[in-house]
């Protein structure tokens, strides 16, 4: 291998990791984090129990 190869494949391979870098790097966004959450059952159950205990609690 001369001089000139082993700079023609180191640049090659500095262009191609380059490359890997960029896609690697891309930003990754998560949409459904700014979507409003949905309510699970558990959560809506324990709203449902709030309320009958300040209608309990009020009397």
Same mark, same amino acid.
């Given at each position: $291998?001369?001089?000139?190869?082993?700079? @023609? /494949?180191? #640049?090659? $391979?500095? *262009?191609?990791?380059? *490359?890997?870098?960029?896609?690697?790097? =891309?930003? /990754?966004?998560?949409?459904?984090?700014? =979507?409003? *959450? %949905?309510?699970? !059952?558990?959560? !809506? %159950?324990? =709203? @449902? $129990? +709030?309320?009958? #205990? +300040? %209608?309990?609690? *009020? !009397?």
């Amino acid at each position: $291998m001369t001089n000139e190869t082993t700079n @023609e /494949t180191t #640049n090659e $391979m500095t *262009k191609r990791s380059a *490359k890997l870098s960029i896609t690697n790097s =891309a930003p /990754t966004t998560n949409v459904s984090s700014n =979507a409003p *959450k %949905k309510e699970t !059952r558990l959560q !809506r %159950k324990n =709203a @449902e $129990m +709030d309320e009958t #205990n +300040d %209608k309990y609690i *009020k !009397r």
